[in-house]
């Protein structure tokens, strides 16, 4: 290789570092091996060919190692001590003679096999790329660009960073549109490798989205001194979310709102109207069921059955249907925050059956 064509192929490293995001050392690395299969073929295949690529100092060899003997009856491994010493006098019977080679004896099968090792290589090598930057992004928020969405499906296909990723139809938000260049954010639930190349999952439904957007929005919650203790997600409609604060003089929920409520405002922007309510957690499971029914006021909450974490909740009559909420919606998430089944009853009196008994 010449001192031109060798500059030329360090550059080309550099660039698919700087371009690709490839470490230089790694495609050094899967080239040299290809190199070495490659030329191994004139060789018998035998493992007498190495290869070493220094790309800091730019030095390329493709050497040969043959033992030094008498008679040579094997041409692939052996050499005439006579040859040997052409290339270096102080050989002797025995010793490992390096003969180094010229790139241009690899010949047009060889550099075709080579090429084809090293587009695979790169190929590997940017999955593995791909692999390390999703799984840093796990269990994370992250923001996508939308390209495509497929107008059979309803799934739509996003870029993040230099990677794409399907959204599915059933992990986007009920009646929420998207359309293309559009930035969304999107909550990565898993990564997985497959034959066909590293997979991300994820979600825009997902109530961890909501806890993220809240992590990123409230530093109270970042670093600790709010604690997000449970939420109840009906993406698209409302979300429920249950907050402690482990400070006795910061106001949990008036943390999570914000000023003039500007912290909660940004999340709903971000969620397309998404109402959210943020209530209490108390350890008292009857004093969290009444948080949890808000914006409805619990008159009292009797606990029917600890282990079956069964309870009875009374509220003033004109109460009720915000209590229940629409479709049972309120009283669903609520359920679903606390863990608790809960049986909302008028202030003024049981229903039918339930007089009687």
Same mark, same amino acid.
């Given at each position: ?64 190692? &043959? ?59 940017? &999955? ?70 590293? &997979? ?158």
């Amino acid at each position: 290789m010449t001192s031109s064509s060798r500059n030329e192929f360090f550059e080309a490293l550099a660039f698919m570092e700087k371009e690709k995001g490839i470490p230089a050392e790694y495609l050094a690395e899967k080239i040299s091996s290809a190199i070495v299969v490659s030329v191994k073929k004139d060789y018998g295949s035998k493992d007498v060919v190495f290869c070493e690529i220094d790309c800091e100092n730019r030095k390329f060899n493709v050497y040969v190692r &043959k033992t030094a003997v008498e008679v040579v009856e094997d041409p692939d491994t052996e050499i005439l001590l006579e040859d040997a010493k052409k290339i270096k006098k102080s050989y002797k019977l025995g010793d490992s003679v390096q003969i180094t080679l010229d790139t241009k004896q690899f010949g047009r099968i060889a550099a075709q096999t080579t090429k084809h090792v090293i587009r695979q290589g790169i190929r590997d090598a940017e &999955k593995g790329q791909i692999l390390v930057e999703f799984q840093s992004k796990n269990q994370e928020v992250v923001t996508a660009v939308v390209q495509t969405i497929d107008p059979r499906t309803g799934n739509a296909t996003i870029s993040i960073a230099n990677s794409e990723a399907i959204l599915p139809r059933s992990e986007q938000v009920p009646d929420e549109e998207l359309h293309e260049g559009q930035h969304i954010k999107v909550f990565v639930s898993d990564v997985r490798e497959t034959e066909k190349g590293p &997979k991300i999952m994820i979600s825009r439904v997902d109530a961890n989205l909501v806890k993220k957007l809240f992590e990123t929005e409230v530093p109270e919650i970042a670093d600790g001194t709010i604690k997000i203790v449970s939420i109840a997600r009906e993406a698209g409609s409302r979300t429920k979310m249950a907050v402690y604060s482990e400070d006795a003089d910061v106001d949990a929920i008036g943390a999570c709102i914000g000023p003039r409520g500007a912290r909660v405002s940004n999340i709903v922007d971000e969620l397309d109207g998404e109402k959210i309510d943020i209530v209490r957690y108390s350890d008292d499971p009857a004093a969290f069921v009444g948080e949890a029914l808000s914006p409805a006021k619990v008159v009292s909450v009797e606990i029917i059955d600890a282990d079956l974490k069964s309870c009875r909740v009374s509220v003033p009559d004109s109460q009720l249907s915000l209590a229940i909420g629409n479709k049972g919606q309120n009283a669903r998430l609520a359920a679903r925050l606390t863990g608790w089944k809960i049986d909302i009853r008028p202030e003024s009196g049981f229903y039918g059956e339930d007089e009687a008994e």
